[in-house]
């Protein structure tokens, strides 16, 4: 076993998961920071080279987990935990693609924040895709997408 221990913080606009957009059509747009500690600055060397960067969390706030959750993008059928974003996980680790915009020494002045302020961020790493987007399948969210649709 480990025990993760955050590398730094998150700063954003969102104090309560509700204010968070969620479901079909939601854009994350926000902006906000991840600060980290003075010990991992040395790991921020030449990631202002990247437009965008995974960022894996902690889901500090979650209420327990669940293996089947009903997520707020389709309602009319549960899903495994695994096919969704709940935040109710066994192992409650979230992870999001962010925008970087700019770096400003220990701060990472991000765009697509999808997590509440003061979220213990455990890991940052490049975005790099090889994968096509033609070959990208987005599963049961892509048919809830299409019923939605006029």
């Known amino acids: 076993m480990f025990t993760p221990q955050p590398i730094g913080f998150i700063h954003s606009p969102y104090t309560q998961s509700s204010s968070i957009p969620k479901g079909l059509g939601a854009r994350h747009d926000a902006e906000g920071t ?52 709940s935040p109710r996980r066994p192992n409650p680790i979230g992870l999001t693609v962010v925008e970087l915009l700019r770096r400003d020494g220990l701060i990472l002045h991000v765009r697509g924040i999808d997590m509440l302020d003061r979220t213990p961020v455990l890991d940052i790493k490049p975005y ?22 006029p």
């Not at 500090?60 to 059928?77: E, F, K, Q």
């Open 128 to 149: 790099l895709s090889s994968i096509p987007a033609e070959k990208l399948r987005r599963g049961w969210l892509a048919e809830a997408e299409a019923r939605t649709k």
């Open 34 to 85: 991840i600060e980290l500690l003075r010990e991992f600055e040395p790991g921020l060397q030449d990631i202002e080279g990247f437009s965008h960067l995974f960022v894996l969390w902690y889901f500090d706030r979650s209420d327990g987990s669940s293996l089947i959750a009903t997520p707020p993008s389709d309602l009319s059928r549960p899903h495994g935990v695994f096919a969704t974003r």
